[in-house]
């Protein structure tokens, strides 16, 4: 699956952005789609993920902020970020995971990351 990921940019602490992917590839609607980022100086860390049933799952640093949601053809993603906080300031990485689950261990296909920066 070939992953691309959109939407990054300058945002105050408070605000709101909405990152986008697409997938496409043969099989790319019955994968399981995600968000990592990574931080300068930091690991890559996984954010929030959609099974192919649409069963969602979230980091604790986002929950109750961030909502993931797939396209009705499920062949993209969007990550709806509200209440911004300045430590959400990473590159932010589309993922595929072609088992469907979800499960962070098996997210195996990347996009190249768009960048959040967020504003205190």
């Known amino acids: 699956v070939q992953l691309q990921a959109s939407g990054g940019g300058l945002v105050q602490a408070g605000g709101s952005q909405r990152l986008s992917c697409a997938a496409s590839g043969r099989t790319s609607s019955s994968y399981a789609l995600g968000w990592f980022r990574q931080a300068p100086g930091k690991e890559r860390e996984f954010v929030a993920a959609?099974?192919?049933?649409?069963?969602?799952s979230y980091a604790d640093s986002v929950k109750g902020r961030f909502i993931i949601s797939r396209d009705i053809a499920r062949r993209g993603v969007y990550l709806q970020m509200d209440k911004l906080k300045a430590e959400d300031t990473a590159v932010y990485y589309c993922a595929g995971d072609p088992t469907g689950s979800g499960k962070i261990d098996n997210f195996n296909s990347w996009g190249q990351g768009t960048q959040v920066t967020v504003s205190s």
């Open positions: 959609i099974s192919w049933s649409g069963v969602t």
